[in-house]
């Protein structure tokens, strides 16, 4: 007499295949979500590199231009807005100025811009990242080129950029999709004052 399976034990057998394979997809699924989550941080880290990097080259080659601020002190130094230009032989040459476009709620979405010499750069991709808070800290709040500089000691200019970058599908409530950093960086300008 042959031996078969009986309908239990085929039943049983599919029941611990479904099991197995119920594992094995949500195994799969949390790979799959990590893997998305690390690629959004790659980008933002991508991002942050591109500013940094344009910032710090900027920061060598111009200087502040403190002719466009008014009350540093009251504001602490804290602007929305850095101008920069470069001068030869007392003469100004080129103007810069990075600034954020606050537009957070369309399809563009806010997005830090380098307007040289009236030429729109934009520093960051606006399709892969936003920036809801952004602020740029003058140090020192008066001017250290202009001759009326109350100290003697000769300061090199700096500014720390404080600012939230998240990736364009952002989500609270999803994990994946929470990516997100708040940074604060720090940049010294080549040129001293006086």
């Given amino acids: 007499m042959k031996k078969a399976f009986t309908l239990v034990e085929v039943l049983v057998g599919l029941i611990i295949f479904a099991i197995l394979f119920i594992l094995l997809m949500k195994v799969y699924v949390n790979g799959s ?33 403190y002719s466009k601020y008014n009350n540093l002190e009251e504001v602490h130094g804290f602007v929305d807005e850095l101008y920069l ?24 979405g806010c997005y830090l811009e380098l307007n040289k010499n009236g030429i729109e750069i934009p520093l960051t991709n606006k399709k892969l990242v936003k920036l809801p808070e952004f602020k740029i800290k003058l140090n020192p709040y008066e001017d250290p080129y202009s001759l009326s500089f109350e100290e003697d ?6 500014i720390t950029l404080f600012m939230d970058i998240k990736i364009k599908s952002y989500n609270e409530n999803i994990w994946m999709k929470r990516v997100g950093y708040r940074v604060q960086e720090w940049f010294n300008f080549k040129y001293y004052g006086k």
């Fill in 153 to 158: 000691k000769r300061r090199q200019p700096f």
């Fill in 33 to 65: 979500n990590v893997y998305i989550h690390q690629n959004f941080q790659k980008i933002i880290e991508k991002e942050l590199l591109f500013v940094n990097q344009n910032i710090q080259n900027l920061a060598d080659e111009y200087i502040v231009d």
């Fill in 85 to 108: 230009h470069k001068k030869l032989d007392g003469v100004v040459i080129e103007e810069l100025k990075i600034s954020m476009i606050w537009d957070c709620e369309s399809e563009d």
